[in-house]
Every structure is written in structure tokens, then in C-alpha cells.
């Protein structure tokens, strides 16, 4: 009777195939750790971005666009909205800083689009606070949850105007970016690798940044 003998090099080749089994399974376990871990890190970072103060959000006024505020602000005075738009220009008033308003629409998370072509007008926000018009600075990007105090009519170049006018309740600015620059937010990656040859090397590594 014969035995058949391993050789070495398949000894070596069946050994580096466990190896590959045990450590495949190994780093699904790991990817289903790194997947949970992200996923809390989102929900986490999602429900700490909150524009609209939580105290303010019943006050909100959410089926009046701004296209009807604009067709009549005296009929929705005293309503409470969240817009967004593009700073023009603003100044200091004696007991105010007025600030006037390109009107973007809202998208996901209550940040105001890029898109100028989507705006439907102009209004103003009058700030009873101080604020120093430098920090608020022609092409900033602005969400307001305001009160409609009814309008103001101005000059716009050789027309008269007529602006929807409201009193902030809570301004939040956002950061203005330039042309290329990432949009902030959560950055997660996750990274291995594994080489085979006259030794066996692995790693693995998981990042996270802002």
C-alpha cells in the first residue's frame, strides 16, 4: 500500500489557504463592526446639525411659501417662516441692522441652493439685535426663521420695489466657500490590505475626518 505525501509547496499552498479563510471571515466581521460604527457616527452627526431651534420649530409656519408672502406680506403678517437666500448687501439702521436678501430655495437640511435661477424675489430681514453688517457680507449664504412684519418699498436700480420685510427670530450663516472647495461635512473611509509572498503581510486601517 502507497501513501500518498504532501509536498511542501502544497503543504505551503493549503496552509496559505486556511490562512486566507480565517482572515477573510476575520475582516467581515470587521467591516460589519466598522459598518455599525459608521452608521451611529451619521445618526449622530445628522441629529446635532439642527438649523431650526427646537424651541422654535412649533412657531413655524411651514405651509406658507415664500411666493405667497411675496404676492401679499400684510395678509401673513405675524407668521413665523424659514428662508433662505443670499446676502445683497446690508446696513445699520438706528435700532436694527436691515439686511436685503436674494430668496433661494431650502434644500436638504436647511441650507439655501446655489442655483440663483431658482430665486422667485427679494425681501428684507431686519436684525433688532447688533449685528455688524461686516460679518454678514455680500454673497453669504443665510437661513432665517423669521416673522412677517408686512413690507417696505425701496428703490431697485430705476423701479420702485416692493419688499417682504420680516423680524429674525434666529439667523444661521453658512460658510462661505470658494470655487472647488469641499463641502464641509463627515469624511469616513475604510482601508486594507494583504500581500502574499515569500512572507505574508497584512493591515487594515479605518478613518475618519471633518
Same mark, same amino acid.
Given at each position: 500500500?502507497?501513501?500518498?505525501?504532501?509536498?511542501?509547496?502544497?503543504?505551503?499552498?493549503?496552509?496559505?489557504?486556511?490562512?486566507?479563510?480565517?482572515?477573510?471571515?476575520?475582516?467581515?466581521?470587521?467591516?460589519?463592526?466598522?459598518?455599525?460604527?459608521?452608521?451611529?457616527?451619521?445618526?449622530?452627526?445628522? &441629529?446635532?446639525? $439642527?438649523?431650526?431651534?427646537?424651541?422654535? *420649530?412649533? #412657531?413655524?409656519?411651514? =405651509? /406658507?411659501?415664500?411666493?405667497?408672502?411675496?404676492?401679499?406680506?400684510?395678509?401673513?403678517?405675524?407668521?413665523?417662516?424659514?428662508?433662505?437666500?443670499?446676502?445683497?448687501?446690508?446696513?445699520?439702521?438706528?435700532?436694527?441692522?436691515?439686511?436685503?436678501?436674494?430668496?433661494?430655495?431650502?434644500?436638504?437640511?436647511?441650507?439655501?441652493?446655489?442655483?440663483?435661477?431658482? &430665486?422667485?424675489? $427679494?425681501?428684507?430681514?431686519?436684525?433688532? *439685535?447688533? #449685528?455688524?453688517?461686516? =460679518? /454678514?457680507?455680500?454673497?453669504?449664504?443665510?437661513?432665517?426663521?423669521?416673522?412677517?412684519?408686512?413690507?417696505?418699498?425701496?428703490?431697485?436700480?430705476?423701479?420702485?420695489?416692493?419688499?417682504?420685510?420680516?423680524?429674525?427670530?434666529?439667523?444661521?450663516?453658512?460658510?462661505?466657500?470658494?470655487?472647488?472647495?469641499?463641502?464641509?461635512?463627515?469624511?469616513?473611509?475604510?482601508?486594507?490590505?494583504?500581500?502574499?509572498?515569500?512572507?505574508?503581510?497584512?493591515?487594515?486601517?479605518?478613518?475618519?475626518?471633518?
Amino acid at each position: 500500500m502507497k501513501f500518498c505525501r504532501r509536498e511542501p509547496a502544497q503543504r505551503s499552498l493549503l496552509s496559505s489557504w486556511g490562512w486566507c479563510m480565517r482572515y477573510c471571515v476575520s475582516m467581515r466581521g470587521r467591516h460589519l463592526f466598522f459598518g455599525w460604527l459608521v452608521a451611529g457616527i451619521l445618526l449622530s452627526a445628522c &441629529s446635532s446639525q $439642527r438649523i431650526v431651534p427646537e424651541s422654535m *420649530e412649533p #412657531l413655524v409656519d411651514r =405651509t /406658507v411659501s415664500f411666493r405667497d408672502v411675496l404676492a401679499s406680506p400684510e395678509s401673513y403678517r405675524g407668521r413665523v417662516l424659514v428662508l433662505g437666500g443670499e446676502v445683497l448687501k446690508a446696513k445699520r439702521l438706528r435700532d436694527s441692522t436691515q439686511i436685503e436678501l436674494l430668496q433661494l430655495p431650502l434644500e436638504d437640511g436647511e441650507e439655501p441652493s446655489f442655483d440663483r435661477q431658482q &430665486s422667485q424675489g $427679494r425681501f428684507l430681514a431686519l436684525q433688532q *439685535e447688533f #449685528l455688524d453688517p461686516a =460679518t /454678514v457680507v455680500e454673497g453669504t449664504r443665510v437661513t432665517i426663521v423669521g416673522e412677517v412684519s408686512g413690507a417696505k418699498t425701496d428703490r431697485l436700480d430705476d423701479v420702485e420695489y416692493r419688499y417682504p420685510t420680516l423680524v429674525v427670530k434666529h439667523l444661521h450663516i453658512w460658510p462661505v466657500q470658494s470655487f472647488g472647495q469641499r463641502h464641509p461635512g463627515l469624511s469616513i473611509g475604510v482601508f486594507g490590505g494583504m500581500g502574499v509572498g515569500g512572507g505574508t503581510r497584512r493591515g487594515g486601517g479605518f478613518g475618519i475626518g471633518f
